[in-house]
């Protein structure tokens, strides 16, 4: 808590390519790109269907739903229009010079040309959600390079491939096929698709909501530290979450996430730890893993929450969202029973929270809420009141926080 304590303001992004150097002197032309793939003034999906049931159809009306304002160029040699829009059959023929973000929807052998096309329009950036690429063989790997090269020569970003999309609320772009995703302060930048889809259900099941979410995949354009220096400076971001499979660049990623994390909390899961989970990345994004201590020897000093599993972390990144980050490392143990609070000063101890012995003005102000009789030392026990009068946890976290002598307030037990 003393080490990553972080401002309440949030940071803006840089006006300048010198302001920017001082963050990341590489920064400039990455933020650059993001904020245009975010909040795009045109958007082109080659492949864009209305049949249901596809990828395309649903990333298609996902846009179109999600309450777009830009222009729309669907791209499909089959139709004459998509959902009212009139369709092109190439993106060669859509009838204007520039576009900003395409979203790329075919078959590995259609990739290049449409990357091509695409860089013809001037696009800033390209998501690929084609699968069947680097992860799959070494002929998908060339044609990754080969596609990087192509963007790289023109000036255009690549995001993926084998990625899901893209959820930005100031663009109000939705390109994940997940309709109604909820607006909120939550970001996530994720190598899986399947993770994005349970974060998005769950936001929709909890009252919380996204600023952003960046589906990585094989990540092959953009870095995981791109992102997050991305989100650092998004005035909507609150809160970052990663699901990662493998990282390169991992020193660059770290001294950003050293930055980042003093300023918003970063939880993560990280994968391909173990045996199974390294044949797992390897196969899914073709993500190389690193041992496990390592990984949390270095995710600890950059200030990074790990989380086990997709539940776990949405429930720390809410949390973190929701409360103020305390001034200190003291704390108040409660609990309804002397087992309960030994176990959570055992667990406080350990996680570096102190559980101070309260003074005997600050007792005299805990004590009326209690049984009678019952100490308010710290930690404190309410002495079988509370399990017939619930509103006693209350009116004793009132007092304790009207102390002054800590805070924060370790709540044990069930109610």
Do not use: W
Request: charged letters at 20%; a negative charge.
């Amino acid at each position: 808590i003393e080490e990553h304590s972080r401002p309440d303001v949030h940071r803006v992004f840089p006006s300048s390519p010198e302001e920017a150097a001082l963050f990341r002197d590489t920064s400039v032309s990455s933020l650059e790109s993001l904020k245009a793939i975010t909040n795009p003034s045109s958007v082109v999906i080659v492949g864009a269907s209305e049949t249901p049931g596809k990828a395309s159809e649903r990333r298609t009306r996902s846009l179109l739903e999600g309450g777009y304002q830009g222009k729309f160029y669907p791209v499909n040699p089959k139709r004459e229009t998509i959902f009212g829009h009139k369709a092109y059959p190439q993106v060669s023929e859509i009838d204007t010079d520039e576009v900003d973000l395409a979203v790329l929807i075919v078959s590995r052998d259609h990739i290049l040309d449409s990357v091509r096309q695409c860089c013809e329009k001037k696009a800033k950036g390209i998501i690929v959600i084609t699968a069947g690429l680097g992860e799959s063989d070494v002929d998908g790997k060339a044609l990754e390079d080969e596609m990087l090269q192509i963007a790289a020569d023109n000036g255009t970003r690549i995001v993926g491939p084998n990625c899901s999309g893209l959820f930005s609320a100031v663009g109000n772009v939705n390109l994940l096929g997940v309709p109604g995703v909820p607006a909120g302060k939550l970001s996530v930048i994720a190598q899986s698709g399947n993770v994005i889809d349970s974060l998005c259900y769950y936001a929709a099941s909890r009252n919380a909501g996204f600023s952003t979410i960046f589906s990585a995949g094989n990540a092959i354009g953009f870095s995981f530290h791109d992102y997050l220096e991305y989100l650092n400076y998004d005035p909507l971001t609150e809160v970052i979450m990663l699901y990662v499979e493998g990282i390169r660049e991992g020193r660059e990623f770290l001294e950003v996430a050293s930055k980042v994390s003093t300023n918003k909390p970063i939880i993560a899961i990280k994968v391909g730890n173990s045996e199974a989970g390294v044949r797992a990345a390897a196969s899914h994004t073709a993500s190389i893993a690193g041992a496990r201590e390592v990984i949390e020897q270095a995710f600890r000093q950059a200030g990074i929450v790990q989380a086990s599993n997709v539940d776990e972390m949405f429930q720390i990144a809410q949390a973190l969202g929701s409360c103020p980050l305390p001034a200190s490392n003291r704390v108040a143990v409660l609990s309804e029973g002397g087992g309960d609070n030994a176990i959570a000063a055992e667990n406080s101890s350990s996680c570096n929270l102190h559980v101070p012995l309260h003074s005997q003005k600050a007792q005299e102000k805990i004590s009326p809420p209690l049984l009678d009789r019952m100490p308010a030392q710290n930690p404190i026990d309410y002495g079988g009141v509370a399990e017939v009068d619930p509103i006693r946890i209350a009116k004793v976290s009132d007092a304790v926080i009207s102390t002054g002598e800590v805070d924060g307030l370790y709540i044990s037990g069930f109610y």
